[in-house]
């Protein structure tokens, strides 16, 4: 079974062409732009990982990546960003061994983030196909 990947960012246009770059790694990657949409398919059909825009509008990434683990702490999140992540910004997520990315992102970054997290949670860890 594909590892499933959740790309959250209100920036349409990086949110699917990065879900369709980690399809073609056989990643089962979806992407949604608002924390509302997110939630839902959280609900519905939990990722693995979720890759999380970091100030994505209405809710917040930091509201957002603490509902994602009330909801299941197994989920791994990492944190994606335009404008850099400073220390203040992890405060209170950083006991869930959380990761981030800064915009603009290089895929073999994202693969190599996504397949720690996937050991972390013990689902992956060969590496993904074509890397």
């Not at 990982?49 to 509902?67: E, K, S």
């Not at 983030?113 to 992956?124: N, Q, S, V």
């Amino acid at each position: 079974m594909r590892p499933k990947v959740l790309v959250v960012d209100d920036e349409a246009e990086f949110a699917r062409s990065l879900s369709e770059r980690l399809e073609l790694r056989d990643y089962d990657a979806r992407a949604v732009f608002c924390p509302e949409d997110a939630l839902a398919v959280i609900n519905s059909d939990p990722p693995d990982v979720v890759l999380l825009d970091y100030r994505v509008p209405g809710m917040g990434g930091a509201d957002l990546f603490h509902a994602i683990k009330e909801f299941d702490t197994a989920i791994e999140v990492i944190m994606v960003t335009g404008h850099g992540i400073c220390r203040t910004g992890l405060e209170g997520m950083e006991s869930e061994a959380i990761d981030y990315l800064v915009k603009p992102v290089e895929i073999r970054d994202v693969v190599d983030k996504i397949e720690k997290a996937l050991k972390r949670r013990g689902t992956r860890g060969n590496g993904p196909k074509g890397e």
